[in-house]
């Protein structure tokens, strides 16, 4: 029986300032950095084999946080970044390749990135609120089909995130490693609509705090067996 532990990102400093954030690369606040090492004392019970993570330092930082905050929850290797194979912008420089034995490979990839938010990204979501309305900004967080302008739905996000997650991590899982997902709300609603067959009407209603660790036990077959939400 395999761990899946799911965690977003701790708040950034967009998140403290009611910012939409999308594809900016804003890095944590100081109240962010707190809340990684604390989900990092919450797994001191845990071992991870492989982690993986987004392009964006958010959830980049608060991965390394959780993984040496704790050294036992690497079971004594070493993590270590790894980019994607099909990274194209990577020109194959990616050689070294040091002992699999010490090490724990930090996966980066584009298709754990938050939801784009195209015209709104940077902006204040209560001044949003005042120029659009309550009820069109809402429609453009929440709504599961529909895009704020120029950016992704969830539905959207869930295209691209779910295949990698289905490829890459459950192959993971399946084998028995146990593994950590650092990424975004958006990135991890998807994971957890496919996971717990979730309709388009429930998933919209799923909310996630910042650093919480969500714990599956997921058997041979990729199913839940078991879930714990560590508050």
Partial sequence: MAKLILIRHGQSLWNA?????GWVDVPLGEQGRAEATIASCKLKDYRVRVCFTSLLFRAIETAIIILTEVEDICDGRIPIIKHQADDEDWHGWDKYKGDPEQQLPVYLTAKLDERYYGELQGLNKAET??????????????????????????????KRTVPFFCDRILQHLITGDNILVVAHGNSLRAIIKHL?????????????????PIVYDIDAYGQIANKVILN
């Fill in 17 to 21: 300032e009611n910012k939409f954030t």
């Fill in 196 to 212: 717990e067959n979730l309709s388009e009407e429930e998933i919209v209603n799923v909310e996630l705090g910042t650093a919480i």
């Fill in 129 to 158: 609120a005042v120029k659009f309305g309550q009820e069109q900004v809402q429609l453009w967080r929440r709504s599961y089909t529909v895009a704020p302008p120029g950016g992704e739905s969830l539905a959207d996000t869930v």
